[in-house]
């Protein structure tokens, strides 16, 4: 029985609602309830237009300047990001400014505006050298260079920032130092209480701020140098890396993650060993005897800038940035060395609510898209849409079904680690054309499944040519009455109906970011309002996306159907989407069980122990976001097959969604 036009008006209605209610009650969080005035920025430098985030308390005035910090996200993600900290040190009394680094979020800079050389280190900075092979010269792309130049740090002796080809590191801070004089320079900021905090390539950002402004002071004489720095996920470099006779950095605190799947935050060891905590770099860094070094001990005094501390931390590096022991850690550290003005103990702490209702707030606009279909697959126009299934006459038997969904899951899963690092890194795409460097990866892995899916679908359709009957019905790309050929006219009218679904989904996007300075995300950016550039991207690769999406869900939707796809009802719904989830997620959740259960066991990441480092890193921890990503795909994929007999607007939607995620804030060159 179809739901009445009515119910459906008003499902769709209570979700826009409830999706403005979430973000109203987050904005007023990030705002502390009207006590912090939350903004919008940029700045304009040499190297380009920079975007930040400003949030200012009510006690920061001309006359009663406040202390400020200014946060620095990591790789792929933007100020948002940072929203845990910034929330959290606002609600104190702090100036905090947010910024969109390099190649990310707004900023119209690109990330090889950080720079890059022609040689790179196996280890630690101050730790390499040539004779042991350590200290390498390397080639290949922009791309790969700059990856490979992340740990290099601008401050650092020229023999690291420059190369016989004239390269050089020219900005490691990714535009931090330009964002820290604005933050200098703000009347109700008090110059003299400044500190920083970074996560990830923040932290290597941090330390060049912190670097660059080490004894500087602003031109009324007052000492601008960073009262702090806290490093969420940081790496350590030996003193002989770099000017320590003029650079020195004020009281530091290294939040580390037990699991991060960095090598280099952890020292390029497999694991956080005694060994490492008592080794000359960390016992260099604490200001102590090795023997002496600790976990969650404060070294040296704040009053002399000496302070130093390791907080070890029980998670990943990911989730890093809204670990409430490591905020809380980090909210004590700003107090002793900048002070706050207004108390707060440092476990009272809100900005998870926030979080929590705009990852909601996501879930009921994609949510929403469903009740719209609903409504538009009831007019003459878009009718069209809705096919039947299939015949039966094409299910699978249980054994075949479990024989191919074991192909499929294995195929996946082998290819994953490779294809993605291959594509990050190394693959040619042209740099002018393919920019978003995360986007370069699943492009390279979406690639090869193409080619596999191409030629293990092809022989079934000369076959079903050879003996005179059709098969495009049976893949999803035509009704039943049009079985023997693609129907174009399903697949326009089933593309534009995807437009109208993920249309609205924009819309609310920027609806909520003009009046809630809020995008639809979960900790990991998700969905966020396009520049001109980044949609240009997002046209990019979204052919690459809808190609994959469609021959994907062919596969996994209409050629790998079970009884299950007939039964009606939430059993029958249930009973599909299970089998749909596990082949579009089984074969990252073997990489998940590979990668985790070795590291949590205490010996390492499983990619770094059996393919080397070079696989590990950035596709490891982004599978805690990508995993979750996908089974929702998988929902919307399954409740728009059993609903429209065919692949065309499941998998364009799908495709968007998935391109507008990589292109929309994540790294671009």
């Not at 690109?110 to 390397?138: C, P």
């Not at 933050?183 to 660059?212: E, F, I, K, Q, Y």
């Not at 694991?271 to 000359?280: G, K, P």
């Amino acid at each position: 029985m179809k739901t009445p036009v009515i119910r459906l008006f008003a499902l769709l209605l209570g979700l826009i609602i409830a999706v403005f209610g979430c973000m109203c009650i987050a904005h007023g969080i990030q705002t502390d309830h009207g006590n912090v005035a939350v903004s919008r920025g940029t700045l304009d430098t040499d190297a380009g237009e920079l975007s930040y985030k400003l949030y200012v308390p009510d006690n920061a005035t001309a006359g009663n300047p406040a202390p400020g910090v200014l946060l620095l996200h990591g790789y792929q993600n933007d100020h948002e990001t940072c929203a845990a900290y910034a929330i959290e040190l606002a609600r104190r009394g702090v100036v905090v400014m947010s910024l969109d680094e390099y190649g990310h979020g707004d900023s119209q800079v690109g990330l090889l505006k950080r720079g890059y050389v022609n040689q790179r280190v196996k280890v630690n900075f101050g730790q390499d050298s040539v004779q042991d092979g350590t200290f390498v010269e390397v080639g290949g792309s922009k791309r790969y260079r700059l990856l490979m130049n992340f740990s290099n740090l601008s401050f650092f002796d020229e023999r690291y920032t420059s190369d016989s080809a004239g390269n050089t590191i020219s900005d490691s801070s990714c535009g931090g130092i330009a964002a820290y004089a604005a933050l200098a320079a703000m009347d109700n900021v008090d110059p003299g209480r400044l500190a920083l905090s970074g996560h990830s390539m923040g932290t290597w950002s941090s330390w060049s701020v912190a670097a660059a402004y080490a004894g500087a002071t602003n031109d009324a004489g007052v000492d601008i140098t960073p009262k702090a720095t806290v490093l969420q996920c940081g790496e350590l470099f030996r003193k002989s890396a770099y000017d320590s006779e003029r650079i020195y950095f004020n009281n530091v605190l290294l939040l580390q993650a037990k699991y991060d799947e960095f090598s280099y935050f952890r020292d390029y060891q497999s694991f956080l060993t005694e060994e490492l905590l008592h080794s000359d770099l960390r016992a260099e860094f604490l200001g102590c005897d090795n023997a002496q070094a600790a976990w969650n001990t404060t070294f040296g005094s704040f009053r002399e800038g000496t302070a130093r501390r390791m907080e070890l931390l029980a998670t990943n590096h990911r989730l890093t940035t809204h670990d409430s022991k490591g905020l809380a850690a980090a909210l004590d550290w700003f107090d002793q060395s900048i002070g706050f003005e207004k108390e707060l103990p440092s476990s009272d702490q809100v900005y998870m609510t926030k979080e929590v209702l705009v990852f909601a707030a996501m879930l009921m606009a994609i949510a929403a898209m469903l009740p719209l279909m609903e409504l538009l697959l009831r007019t003459p126009f878009f009718g069209y849409v809705a096919r039947q299934l299939p015949s039966r006459e094409g299910i699978l038997p249980k054994r075949r079904w479990w024989k191919n969904a074991g192909i499929t899951v294995l195929l996946a899963g082998v290819t994953f680690p490779f294809m993605t690092q291959l594509g990050h890194a190394l693959f040619p795409f042209p740099e002018s054309v393919f920019r978003m460097t995360i986007g370069d990866g699943f492009l390279c892995w979406y690639l090869l499944l193409i080619v596999i899916m191409l030629a293990t679908t092809w022989p079934r359709i000369r076959r079903g040519k050879k003996q005179g009957v059709g098969v495009w019905s049976d893949l999803g790309f035509s009704g039943p009455e049009h079985a023997d050929r693609i129907d174009w006219r399903l697949f326009g009218k089933g593309a534009l109906l995807s437009v109208c679904m993920v249309g609205l989904m924009y819309v609310l996007v920027a609806v909520c970011q003009l009046l809630f300075q809020l995008d639809f995300r979960f900790i990991w950016p998700f969905f966020k309002t396009f520049s001109l550039e980044r949609f240009g991207q997002f046209l990019v690769y979204f052919p690459f996306f809808a190609l994959f999406f469609l021959l994907n869900n062919s596969k996994i939707f209409a050629g790998m159907r079970t009884q299950a796809t007939y039964e009606k009802g939430a059993k029958g719904f249930l009973s599909c989407w299970w089998r749909s989830a596990l082949l579009m997620i089984g074969g990252v959740l073997i990489i998940v069980l590979i990668e985790y259960i070795p590291f949590f066991a205490g010996i390492g990441p499983g990619a770094d122990l059996l393919f080397g480092s070079t696989f590990g890193g950035p596709f490891m921890s982004i599978l805690i976001v990508f995993v979750p990503q996908v089974l929702v795909f998988s929902l919307l994929g399954t409740y728009i097959y059993r609903r429209t007999g065919n692949v065309y607007t499941g998998a364009l939607t799908i495709a968007a969604m998935a391109a507008w995620i990589i292109t929309g804030g994540s790294a671009i060159l």
